[in-house]
């Protein structure tokens, strides 16, 4: 069939390539959100071809098992463990004129495996969620889920992130950053240049990875013994680091899912207290399954504004599709903006899916207004 045919041709249902895996410290976290996408996409509807990328980057064909992409007792799941072919692989199209996904295997001729209408990319991450695959399937003019290669990295990016935000005139709380340069060239420059930041806006401080998420490389740092030791561990996930201060208030959570009339929020969603966590960590969120109050127990004022809020981050950085935007309001009763996620944690338990829930869009109707918005979409600049 020609690459001209529509995909919405009554010759064939549509054909969605779900990616996962990768090589970010999220790995694990993108299989499990590929497992509830896989189990929740409308096989009546779409036909799916599920496409894992290894954590040294290969691409392989996987196992079509939502139920071996779990994390059972404590144990996280690999696209490793999903795949039989040590040296297969896929190869996507490079150029708009044919969307063909073919297989190669050491020995063997390379195999057709058909064309693919809209890419469904479940990475969280480098090289996944920060505009490298979506530039690359700009370039192969295939349509795809999610935002796009600028909104991608802005999203990735904590540090421009935030100056995007202030640009618009979103509140942002105190931060400072250390540049890669900045580390390697001069430590006690760098080192002083964050205890000059907690002598203005106090103890404690966290120290994070500038381009990571699910909480990975986070540290709570409560005085300056334990600085190094958590720059250190941020610096494990990302060269760059952000240093943020405390804000003290509520953790926040709205949802943002682009309709045919624009972006809409969900209800929002409150993250109380993990007891047994110092924060709402990577364990918390994934291994101890601790879970939000939605909807959050706002006021209909701060639920409003909450809302718009989250909207107006997603317009800022000129998401498409899906945008989890996280918030503190704090004691004085104000809205600060944490941070946007342009591919939000998707899992069965994820706030994300929570909220739309809670707002009245079920799972599946959730992953299927996210493909036809794809398709929708034309790539190329926009």
């Known amino acids: 069939m020609s690459s001209e045919t529509s995909p919405q041709s009554p010759e064939r249902k549509p054909r969605v390539a779900v990616v996962f895996g990768g090589r970010s410290s999220e790995h694990a976290i993108s299989v499990v959100t590929a497992g509830a996408v896989l189990r929740a996409i409308d096989r009546a509807k779409y036909d799916v071809l599920p496409i894992g990328i290894t954590t040294d980057g290969r691409w392989v064909l996987t196992a079509d098992d939502p139920e071996r992409m ?7 799941p690999s696209v490793e463990q999903l795949t039989d072919s040590a040296d297969g692989g896929v190869l996507l199209p490079v150029t708009p004129a044919s969307r063909e996904v073919v297989y190669t295997e050491s020995g063997a001729v390379p195999k057709a495996l058909g064309e693919v209408d809209v890419v469904f990319p479940v990475l969280h991450g480098p090289y996944g969620e920060d505009g490298t695959l979506q530039g690359m399937l700009e370039l192969a003019g295939i349509p795809y889920v999610g935002a796009g290669v600028l909104a991608s990295a802005v999203g990735q990016d904590k540090e421009y992130m935030k100056r995007v935000f202030t640009s618009f005139g979103l509140p942002v709380g105190p931060y400072v950053v250390i540049r890669p340069r900045e580390w390697e060239n001069d430590q006690a420059g ?3 240049k964050i205890v000059d930041f907690a002598g203005e806006h106090g103890w404690p401080l966290f120290v994070k990875p500038a381009r990571a998420g699910s909480s990975m490389g986070i540290t709570k740092v409560d005085d300056l013994s334990g600085l190094d030791e958590a720059i250190a561990e941020a610096r494990r996930h990302d060269p760059k680091i952000l240093v943020e201060s405390l804000l003290r208030g509520r953790e926040i959570e709205c949802g943002v899912l682009e309709f045919e009339d624009g972006p809409r929020a969900s209800v929002p969603a409150e ?9 709402y960590d990577f364990e918390a969120k994934y291994i101890d399954s601790a879970s939000g109050i939605v909807p959050a127990p706002l006021s209909e004022e701060e639920t409003r504004r909450v809302q718009e809020l989250a909207v107006e981050a997603f317009d800022a950085a000129s998401c498409e599709g899906l945008v989890r935007a996280d918030f503190f309001l704090t004691e004085d009763g104000e809205f600060v ?3 946007i996620n342009t591919m939000p944690g998707f899992t ?28 929708r979409r034309s790539t190329g600049l926009r």
């Not at 779990?70 to 996280?76: F, P």
């Not at 993250?271 to 924060?279: C, K, L, N, R």
């Open 348 to 375: 069965p338990i994820s706030m994300y899916p929570r909220m739309w829930q809670e707002t009245g869009v079920e799972y599946p109707e959730l992953v299927d207004r996210l493909v036809q918005a794809a398709l």
């Open 337 to 339: 903006i944490n941070e």
């Open 271 to 279: 993250i109380p207290p993990v007891s047994a966590h110092d924060f």
């Open 190 to 192: 760098a080192r002083k």
């Open 70 to 76: 779990t994390i059972a007792d404590r144990s996280l």
